[in-house]
């Protein structure tokens, strides 16, 4: 089954356990905005996507991937995503997504730069501020956004830093955007140990994906006493039950090398590192890394994706009936987004706020959140998964915004 057919049924499985009707989840079945255009960089022709999938809400907001695999079907998905975090996250943005299928590991930087203008142009009378606002994503980061900010607004002949977000902060960035999704995941995590596992001091845990995300997430856990047993990037992991150097593996990774070089533990791949005896597993690399052939194997109690959709339906359905608790992507790694918002309300308005108070703020959205995912799932007694609970809340929010726009009765 496609990831989009699978988004299509995880909407109906919330749809039913909230009596939501299909005339209304009509509005939610397909993308409003599918833009598609190739890239001509030297000799190559390269397929670029920018898809919104809602904007009830808001403009479309979601980032841009540079990979190998991006697919029409893949970003379809990633904006669905969107439209859904977003919406959870009580911020006003509709979801949308973006990607350039190419290896950027294969690239100059002087490609990435020629890249990431043609992005820029292809999509210019696509985007803005009230529009759609893109940000970083899969390996893209604030230079490929200052690059398509400098392009667009060529094009336009007006600065508009709010039509892009984590951007460098000499153009508009914001410090607390460099490892927002990590601070937001790393919140949820201490909330889910209070309420799942008993507020436990020193839990194991192992880390998929040891990208920014995941590299910042371990180091919080780690400086609180948890052992990082575990951690991998896409070359392979290195395991060790007493408990990683986390700062040393941080330092190692940030110079270059890969996880699975680092001393201090034996190899493993990404695939063992998922079934590893953890109490927490943290899902930060990419889509679909539990399946239906690994989910009976996964042994972690409780699972934290990081990560944009790293379990697929079916492998949902297996750790729902194994009660193995998952805290869903739309909101463990919402914090990235919640501060994009900072930064594009900064943007527009012109009035630069204290990063302490926006620190603050973000850990009261994320608390926010989390206490109402929790409220959905105790009020069905348990009896649904915290990922359908979060779904209900999203789809509500803005199925109520459809109404009030006249679009559903």
Not at 37 to 60: C, F, H, Q, S, T
Not at 99 to 126: H, M
Not at 140 to 164: C, R, S, V, W
Not at 298 to 312: H, K, M, R, S, W
Request: glycine share 10%; proline share 4%; charged share 25%.
């Amino acid at each position: 089954m496609s990831i989009v057919l699978e988004n299509l049924e995880r909407l109906k499985e919330a749809a039913r356990l909230e009596n939501i009707s299909d005339e209304h989840l009509s509005v939610l079945n397909t993308p409003v905005q599918v833009s598609y255009a190739e890239l001509a960089v030297g000799d190559r022709k390269l397929p670029a996507w920018r898809i919104i999938y809602n904007r009830a809400l808001g403009p479309g907001k979601g980032g841009i991937r540079f990979h190998p695999e991006v697919s029409e079907d893949e970003v379809q998905s990633l904006a669905f995503w969107m439209s859904l975090k977003n919406s959870l996250a009580d911020i006003p943005y509709g979801g949308a997504k973006g990607g350039v299928k190419f290896n950027p590991k294969d690239s100059s930087p002087a490609e990435l730069e020629e890249i990431s203008r043609a992005y820029a142009r292809a999509f210019a009378d696509k985007l803005g501020q009230d529009k759609d606002v893109p940000a970083p994503d899969v390996y893209t980061n604030g230079q490929i956004m200052a690059y398509i900010l400098d392009e667009f607004e060529k094009i336009k002949g007006a600065h508009e830093p709010g039509m892009i977000t984590g951007k460098p902060l000499e153009l508009g960035g914001i410090a607390l955007r460099g490892d927002a999704t990590a601070q937001g995941g790393y919140l949820v995590t201490k909330e889910m140990i209070k309420k799942f596992l008993s507020g436990k001091t020193a839990c194991k845990i192992a880390v998929q994906g040891y990208g920014n995300a995941g590299l910042f997430m371990a180091e919080k856990l780690a400086v609180d006493g948890h052992l990082i047993v575990a951690a991998s990037d896409s070359k392979g992991g290195i395991y060790n039950e007493n408990g990683l150097d986390i700062m040393a593996l941080s330092a190692w990774k940030n110079s270059g090398k890969s996880v699975s070089e680092f001393a201090g533990g034996q190899a493993v791949s990404n695939a063992e590192l998922l079934e590893l005896p953890v109490d927490i597993l943290v899902l930060a690399a990419l889509e679909n890394q539990i399946t239906a052939d690994n989910a009976e194997k996964i042994q972690a109690p409780c699972i934290v994706e990081l990560a944009n959709g790293p379990i697929n339906l079916a492998a949902d359905r297996i750790l729902a009936n194994k009660k193995t608790v998952v805290v869903p992507d739309i909101l463990a790694n919402s914090g990235g987004v919640i501060v994009s918002y900072f930064e594009w309300a900064q943007n527009r308005t012109g009035q630069i706020l204290d990063e302490e108070y926006l620190r603050d703020l973000l850990d009261k959205k994320m608390k926010s959140g989390w206490q109402r995912v929790v409220a959905k799932f105790e009020e069905k007694n348990g009896e649904i998964t915290l990922r359908q609970a979060a779904y209900i809340i999203a789809i509500k929010r803005i199925l109520a915004a459809e109404k009030y726009r006249g679009r559903i009765k």
